[in-house]
Structure formats: C-alpha cells, structure tokens
C-alpha cells in the first residue's frame, strides 16, 4: 500500500515521514480478516468469490474471539475485518468491541449497502478508526459490476449516515477500463459527501477477479489515473485540504510518484527516493497477512489458492513469525528474486517485485508481473517497452 498523502505532506514540511519497517524484516503484520464468505452481491472482481449463501466450516463466535485474543499475543495491532459482507455476520459488533477493547485499531471494509437508519447507530458505537466504502464508478457503472441495481445509492447514502455521526470514512475504488474515465467524478464525491479518504485498488487477478482481468486498466490508463492522484494530492496539501489518499496492489505506483516528484517537486525528488526505499515496496507475506473465513492464513488477501497454516491449529505467531511457511520466507526475501523484466529492473528493491499474484495468475509465481505498467527505458533496460492497449472485441 502506498501512503501517497503521508509522503507528500512529509515532503511539504506538514507532517513527520511515514514510519517503514527494514524492507523483508519480520514483524507482526497489518492483518485482514475475512469473517464471513457470504456477501449479498456478487461483485465481478470478487477475490473471494462470495455469494449469498452459508459457507460450511466458517470460525464460530467463540473461535473468532479467541483469533482475535491470538492475533493480540503475537503483537498484532492493526485488524481490517473484512467479507464478504461483514455486515451479515451476526457476531460482527462482538468481535469488533473485543478487538477496541484490547487496544486494535480496527477497521470495516464493506459494500456499505447494510448500513442503513436501523444499522446506523449499531455501527457508530463500535468506535471503528476507519471504515471503507467501495465505490467502483457512477452509478450505471457500479451497479453493473456490483451486479444489484440501486446498490450505488445505497451505498452512497452510508456514506452520509456515517459521516452524520463523524465516522471517519474512505472511497474505495477498483480501477477498471470502466469506471477510469470516471475518475474525476469520483474524486468530486469525496467533496460532496465531506470523505476525506480515497483508495485506489490496481485490479489483481484472484477469484472472480481473475476471470475478469479484461476489464483491467490497461498501462496507459493506470499512468494517467495514478498522475491525477498525485496532482489531487498535492493540490489538496497546498490548499490545506486534509485528505489522504492511498494505493495498492501495484507497486509499481511508488516509481511512478518518484517520477512525477522529479517533474513537478524536483527539489524533494531525492527525499522522496529515500523514503520510497525505506518503504520497500510489496509487503505481502510480511506486513501485510489474511486469515480467511475458515481460519486458513494467507500471505494476503489475493493469495487464497495457498494457505500458510490455519489459526484452529496452531497460533498465529507460530504461524507468521516462529515457524513461517517456505513461501513466507521467499516473500521475505528483500529484494525477492523474480524473473523476467522485474528481475533486472533498476527499482526492485524498491518496488520489491510487485504484486505476485498476476503473475501466478499468468502461469509463473516469479515472473515479472503483467500489471506493470513502466517502460523498459523507465526500469532501466533500455529500448521501450509497448504500452498495451485494449484488444478488440473486449
């Protein structure tokens, strides 16, 4: 994840520098928390591949309270619960209360269309740091990938009963060939709807997301997307706006900031290269984790093709820090030792060789990643790499 606000504002003398384990160290992770599989709608780029059903052999209450108390013992202090839906659990506030109680912050990831006038209060007791609301376009392009009509205002109107009651809450939005020229527009509902928060999610091909990677955001427009980012950002630092936006599940998106830096801030450009080094690009396996709703761990939460052991077992800090997985310990690798152009590229220790799921997705789990979207030239291999574009028909 890269906390683009946070460096900026650093860089622009308002804020300290984000803090950044050494690159591939062991730690206790941010952890995101599947509780449930089942979701009310059924997403096209779904990594979990919910549905509205009941799924077997999920945590019950009195295990879920025990991950928690686990996670808490292992130095865990960062918990997102996630789905699914994690509205439709019954247990959700529960867990929640037990989690604040034990000091985590703890943030709810969700469509936002369960939040409503009877849910409301329930949700604003829970005292959540954070919660985030995804919004995948305007309201067509939403709901024909949420595939539910209406869920676009639904959702939306969520977002203002939390902002009613001062919940800090955040746009989450996957970037599609759909929903990029819409990226302005979205950018405006965070003024409308007084959202201070925006992530951007790169696409990643796992689950229903997998099977959706032509509606990816082709290299072009990822570039452009991640440039209006950037120039929003600044613009809101210099206007004393107090916004934070934030992107994942492409790494590549720190050289590009690094680049737009030497553009239009060359003067804290090196600074920046600095602290992008100290961040280390790609944390998957090390600060970042994912239990799923049976209790399996995964290196994050696009990685559910290969559990690293299961939290019914054994306990998590055996799990991630005493007794790690082989595939835990490669991940850790700094910088990993990848293939094709990620492996001669100039800013792997940066970048760390991006996310490894596409290329997993592409046949070879250390290959270069697909989703790059630099040049050759950019990465410093010379020549020019072509920037792809959408194939006919698609």
Not at 217 to 223: E, N
């Amino acid at each position: 994840m890269l906390r683009i606000s946070q460096y900026l504002r650093h860089l622009a003398g308002q804020a300290p520098a984000p803090r950044a384990a050494r690159p591939g160290s062991t730690r206790p992770p941010v952890v995101i928390w599947n509780l449930l599989r089942r979701c009310n709608l059924t997403c096209k780029h779904c990594y979990a591949t919910s549905a509205d059903s009941v799924f077997r052999d999920e945590l019950d209450t009195a295990e879920a309270l025990r991950v928690i108390d686990d996670l808490h013992a292992a130095g865990v202090r960062v918990l997102i619960l996630s789905g699914g839906e994690p509205m439709l659990r019954d247990d959700l506030f529960e867990l929640s209360d037990h989690a604040r109680r034990l000091g985590f912050f703890v943030a709810l990831s969700t469509n936002g269309t369960l939040i409503n006038e009877d849910t409301i209060e329930r949700v604003a007791a829970a005292h959540y740091d954070y919660v985030g609301i995804s919004i995948d376009g305007l309201e067509q392009t939403h709901d024909e990938f949420r595939q539910l009509e209406g869920s676009f205002r639904t959702s939306m109107k969520a977002i203002r009963l939390c902002r009613q009651r001062g919940i800090r809450v955040g746009l989450r939005t996957t970037l599609t060939r759909h929903n990029f020229e819409q990226l302005p527009q979205l950018l405006g509902l965070m003024w409308q709807y007084d959202v201070n928060k925006f992530y951007l999610s790169h696409l990643n091909y796992s689950g229903r997301g997998r099977r959706s990677r032509k509606h990816d955001a082709y290299q072009r427009m990822s570039r452009d997307a991640m440039w209006q980012i950037f120039d929003q950002a600044w613009r809101d630092i210099r206007e004393g706006r107090d916004t934070d936006f934030v992107s994942g599940n492409n790494d590549a998106d720190g050289v590009l900031l690094l680049q737009w830096a030497r553009q239009v801030i060359p003067a804290r450009a090196e600074q920046l290269e600095a602290l992008l080094r100290a961040w280390g690009g790609n944390a998957s396996g090390a600060g970042i984790a994912n239990i799923d709703n049976t209790g399996e761990v995964h290196p994050d939460t696009y990685w559910w093709q290969h559990s690293v052991g299961n939290v019914r077992q054994r306990s998590f800090r055996d799990i991630w820090l005493d007794r790690p997985d082989p595939l835990l310990k490669q991940l850790r690798q700094h910088p990993r030792a990848v293939g094709g152009r990620c492996g001669s590229c100039q800013w792997r220790a940066l970048c760390n060789g991006n996310t490894r799921t596409r290329a997993w997705a592409d046949g070879d789990l250390w290959a270069e990643d697909p989703g790059c979207y630099l040049s050759d030239q950019e990465i410093g291999l010379g020549g020019e790499r072509r920037i792809t574009t959408a194939p006919a028909g698609v």
